[in-house]
T-cell receptor
């Protein structure tokens, strides 16, 4: 089966600019997650979708980050405006359910200049 | 608030040796996962542990879970260079969310 697809793989922007990431989960996976992984740390959940509804966005900096999941499939994560501290790898994951493993995409490595 | 601690943070070991990575968590959970991450790559699922006393094995890796002690271990038997990677444990959050809380990771380096 095809894995979780993410694009772009790399992005370099200047602070205060905006950026968007795209994710296509594994077919049939109702749950989709966006994580932020800062260098040397474990991933931190930003937002979780169940189909096209938000389940948990408690750690999403809502003043600058937004996310949506269109028609319960693809998802986009946007940052506007970006700050230096947003430099990280943004990982998308999907799963079949609570007790199943989360399958991760290759991530987008974001560098803020 | 659920906290997950791994130790050691860094492990350098010789091929053929055995070692254990520990994952402690602070509050009750009903699921725990182990992941592997190679440099510049994404996370690969290794094990899913759902019950007290659960033990899973794949090749030279064996994971176990003690929910009473809030402890999971990842045991490496007769290490080989291909096992060099960063290993993360991730613990399920409260019962009304699927959120996973990841540990800081253990960077494993296996040398000849």
């Amino acid at each position: 089966e095809a894995g979780v697809a993410q694009s772009p793989r790399y992005k370099i922007i200047e602070k205060r600019q905006s950026v968007a990431f795209w994710c296509n989960p594994i077919s049939g996976h109702a749950t989709l997650y966006w994580y932020q992984q800062i260098l040397g740390q474990g991933p931190k959940l930003l937002i979780q979708f169940q189909n096209n509804g938000v389940v948990d966005d408690s750690q999403l900096p809502k003043d600058r980050f937004s996310a949506e999941r269109l028609k319960g499939v693809d998802s986009t994560l946007k940052i506007q405006p970006a700050k230096l501290e947003d430099s990280a790898v943004y990982l998308c994951a999907s799963s079949l359910g609570r007790y199943q493993p989360q399958h991760f995409g290759d991530g987008t490595r974001l560098s803020i200049l | 608030e659920l906290k997950v601690e791994q130790n050691p943070l860094f492990l350098s070991m010789q091929e053929g040796k055995n070692y254990t990575i520990y994952c402690n968590y602070s509050t009750t959970s009903d699921r725990l996962y182990w992941y592997r991450q190679d440099p510049g790559k994404s996370l690969e699922s290794l094990f899913v542990l759902l019950s007290n006393g659960a033990v899973k094995q794949e090749g030279r890796l064996m994971a176990s879970l003690d929910t009473k002690a809030r402890l999971s271990t990842l045991h490496i038997t007769a290490a080989v260079h291909d096992l060099s990677a960063t290993y993360f444990c991730a613990v399920g959050g409260s019962y009304n969310t699927d959120k996973l809380i990841f540990g800081t990771g253990t960077r494993l380096q296996v040398f000849p």
